[in-house]
């Protein structure tokens, strides 16, 4: 499941212009706008054009000083975003200023208008834009909300009453005035009616929880729609615990059908890193996040259900059923089937299957993968299934019928393979690095680069585990040639973490060495490496599977997201042109009257 048509229709219908831009169109519709009314009042001088620009542009500022004064106490609503939310409503403001002018002329002439005609009737249309902009940042009843949006028109009305008193039609703007406010409140009850039957809160519910993730990290009232949204079910967590055999040091692996998602902190966003920190609360030197194959509709509802989950981990780490001896372990035979490697590990009798695609850019292997595989692998028992999500690229395949073919007969291979292999003592390490670069430019998580060495046999395996979400496409390979000119076989798979995703800022999220340079990868990957060579030791083992009930979002909630956005984004859109077709027929209608 993925948010492009959740990202699409939420920006169109919530993201504001640039500040910049917004500046450029408010100068350009002003001067234009106040070229217009010194023509339509017979003193076209210079002097009467720039009173009336500066005074447009000046009630802005007011406008915006007045809001933020009202709304200061909302943290979303920043001078500058208020100012943005003014300057947005003075661009539509006067160019329905500008098309109205231009209907009037045709209609009567120009010799038989002032600029208060066209302006008493433009300033009312303003109101939805102001509105609707307003009322999604702000937490504050819509009456209220509606009286600082009316706010924005009868500011900049004043000029214009000031410069021409005589001219002033004001029983003309105030029914225009009535039809916009009736408009701007049956449309905001129609976005409401739909939203709430999607997903159980109103439009201006919905759409504040998610700027409050967006802009100040707030994600309870997100959390708790999705709440209303969820449904229970079972995940399986399995937990591979080490212990030296000679010394204190302890880690683990955790993989779990959990997906860290949706996007920024809501959820099981960061599932990777708070088990990371987790781990290092109980003394480990790290617990490391493996994905089985999930999707967004594995998503956790919020914080309360992630704690759950780390509450079942942290039982089983302080269960402490190590046996005392050396573990024995296989490593790592490697099975390829057309598209499909998997590559495998079989610690004490649980086999870790680790399975990639690349170099084919693929996105999350679906649970589906797990069901397939069960009905057809009946020895599908304790055998933990890795989503390596390793490789991607602008555009990335869904996996076909064959793909599940071969995955089947990789698995079976894989298996058989591990069913002749001679056991040996295992000697294991655990090792971790940062990439300072990476996780400035969005591409790492807190958990980092995470290393697990392991050696039984004589042969030796690396399991390279990045906090990231995905990898661009080849940089697993290069990865693994650089380990293989040191004789060491590895495997590279990420957490998919969606702790740096976010449709507020514009990409879904940037996959490790899309900005971050190879050389800065690599010597991390280096780095992790001769830290574990050096401490490589006996290593005891023991495994723990659980099973945890927890709320899951569901791809159906998604499904219905998309859906409400796009019929709200619809109904937007619709409002706003009655709007800007009522104010126009009405200053049509009373002009010529």
Known sequence: ??????????????????????????TLVSAGAAAEAGILSAHPSYSIAAQVFLAWIATTLIYSALAYAVLREDSLLTFKRVLVIAMTGEVFTLTLYLVIAVLLTLLKGITALSHTDLYDYALPASIIVIFFLLRSFAGHSPAKVLALAAALPVILYLPSAVLWPNTLRVFKFALVLALVIFLTLVGGAEHSKVCKKLVQVDTFKLTRSTLEVWFSERVENLEYMFSLNAKKRRFEVNCILFKAVNTARRWGLVAADIHPGPFDSVGSSRLPEQLWKLGKTLKLEGLMFLKKPCTHADDLTSQRQVQKFLDAVKACVEEESFSGRVAKAVVAPVVRSKEITVTCLE???????????????????????????????PRLVDVVLVDAHNCIDQKYQELSSEDYEALEQAVSSALNQLNHSEKHQLKASLSHADIP????????????????????????????????????????????????????????????THAHTGIYRGVKYNPLGTNTPLNHILEAVHKALSKALQTLEPIQVAVHTRSVELEAVGEEVFQRLQEGTSKSMKSFVCWLLLSAAATIFSAVVLALL
């Open 1 to 26: 499941m993925n948010l492009e048509g959740f990202e699409r229709y939420h920006k169109r219908l919530f993201a504001l212009p640039k500040l910049h831009m917004l500046i450029l169109l408010t």
């Open 347 to 377: 610690l004490e009798n649980t086999p870790l299957l680790l399975v990639s695609r690349s170099p084919v850019p693929t996105e999350d292997l679906p649970r589906s993968v797990i069901q397939h595989l069960k009905t057809r692998l």
């Open 437 to 496: 670069e990476a996780k400035k430019k969005g591409e790492l998580g807190e958990a980092g680069l995470t290393l697990l060495l392991l050696e039984a046999g004589g042969r030796k395996f690396a399991l390279i585990n990045f906090d990231s979400n995905n990898l661009r496409k080849g940089l697993r390979e290069r990865i693994l040639g650089e380990l293989s000119k040191k004789g060491i076989q590895a495997e590279v798979v990420t957490t998919d």
